[in-house]
């Protein structure tokens, strides 16, 4: 026994000379390899129950007469596998094999003469693979071949293990950025009707007048007494609110467009910037806040830029601007007397690219946060105020056309949001009051 025991533990060292950088397939293959070799078997088969049913087996790895084939799947009926997926230790056929199973093709095929096979298992005990090597020659030596193949059984069982928490954790991931993603769209979703709804509460106020006037000139040209001249001009006016109303209603649908854009367009930066504003102000239900806020607006006329997406600019230019606004009203809240919020719109075009400057004496973001405020639901706001997303999605909007947008900041003082474009300037700077 003493001659045996060293030749096993001779193999078994063996099994710490493989290459520390190989893992998983490649390592259990290397394994399978020097099994054969050092036991100078035939043949060496590691293969998995398939279904859990323990009527067949499908083959991982098959090494045969010196190099690896191709996998198989074979019946269990009346071969010996079956007596290793029922068994926990070695299960061993050491000559005439064929004998005590006679309607095993795959033994008569190959013409084997012995067989010895293992089981490794799952952590809760239950059959996660099989370990068999068969020769067309006797085994000789039992208690060496019993031994290492118990050993090697065990060490390719661990590694199969690992594969598959691997494998699970791979499945978990997956599962798990797919819910992050579908929640992460749920949520931009949410942040863009956030903005369309103050978008569309600002057109709202903009179409009654059109509307009202169109109303009004109908109901005028059923007066019978009305001149000529008062009909006549009555229906331009109906006709040019109308176009006006329409050009409202387009614009509309132009902001609740989410498709992806792939070309470009050419667009007026500051009719964006200026309309941005109008239908947020417009939409502002703190009358307070309305009533004491100061607007400095200084914005170059036709500043045009060829954009992506021109909707998701507009979104962007109003979310700043809320944002700018929620600032003024949370310090305004603090400090009824003795403060004046004032916000200050710019407008300006330099080496081929516009910038915007949104300014606002808010409550301001402390500096330690200051790096953050653009990080994927990171909000300064308390709780049901924001979800972290608004600045996120604007500087991405911002990127993908090409463009930049940075925030500087001191609290309680100001804040300043900074986005370039690349455009390009048609006509001179002007002073436009709002």
């Not at 331009?236 to 467009?257: C, D, F, P, V």
């Amino acid at each position: 026994m003493n001659g045996p025991a060293v030749n096993a533990l001779e193999i078994i060292r063996d099994i710490y000379n493989v290459d520390q950088l190989l893992s998983g397939k490649e390592y259990i293959r290397e394994l399978v390899k020097r099994l054969a070799q050092k036991l100078k078997v035939k043949f060496v088969m590691v293969g998995h129950d398939v279904e859990g049913k323990g009527t067949s087996v499908q083959t991982d790895y098959l090494f045969a007469d010196g190099k690896f084939v191709d996998n198989v799947v074979y019946e269990l009926e009346g071969t010996p596998c079956t007596k290793v997926l029922c068994g926990t230790r070695v299960n061993c056929y050491s000559a005439k094999v064929q004998d005590q199973f006679p309607n095993d093709q795959m033994l008569k095929d190959l013409e084997v003469e012995s067989y010895m096979g293992a089981p490794f298992l799952h952590t809760n005990g239950g059959l996660l693979g099989l370990l068999v090597i068969m020769d067309d020659r006797p085994l000789e030596d039992l208690d060496l071949a019993t031994a290492v193949v118990e050993f090697f059984a065990a060490r390719i069982g661990a590694e199969y293990r690992r594969l598959d928490a691997e494998e699970s954790l791979r499945r978990s991931n997956e599962d798990l950025e797919k819910l992050v993603d579908t929640r992460t769209k749920q949520l931009i979703s949410q942040e863009k009707l956030a903005t369309i709804g103050r978008i569309t509460l600002g057109i709202a106020h903009e179409l009654k007048n059109p509307l009202n006037i169109i109303i009004n000139g109908t109901e005028l040209l059923q007066d019978s007494d009305i001149s000529e001249q008062d009909r006549a001009r009555t229906q331009t006016m109906i006709h040019q609110h109308g176009l006006r109303a329409n050009e409202i209603i387009t614009s509309m649908l132009k902001q609740a467009r989410q498709e992806v854009h792939t070309t470009e367009e050419w667009a007026d930066v500051s009719r964006l910037l200026k309309h941005a504003f109008d239908v947020f102000f417009k939409s502002l239900n703190d009358i307070e806040l309305k009533l004491k806020l100061i607007k400095k607006i200084s914005i170059t006329t036709e500043v045009k830029a060829q954009l992506f997406d021109v909707p998701a600019i507009e979104r962007v230019f109003i979310n700043v601007i809320d944002n700018a606004v929620y600032a003024l009203a949370e310090k305004l809240q603090k400090n009824k007397s003795g403060y004046t919020p004032e916000l200050q719109i710019e407008l300006s075009f330099k080496n081929s690219r516009c910038q915007i400057r949104v300014r606002d004496n808010g409550i301001g973001i402390p500096s330690d946060q200051l790096k953050r405020v653009c990080d994927e639901f990171y909000t300064t706001k308390p709780p049901g105020d924001g979800i972290g997303l608004g600045l996120w999605v604007a500087k991405q909007n911002i990127e993908k056309n090409r463009g930049s947008l940075k925030i500087d900041s001191r609290e309680n003082e100001y804040t300043e949001v900074v986005i370039e474009l690349p455009a390009v300037r048609r006509d001179a700077e002007v002073e436009v009051s709002i």
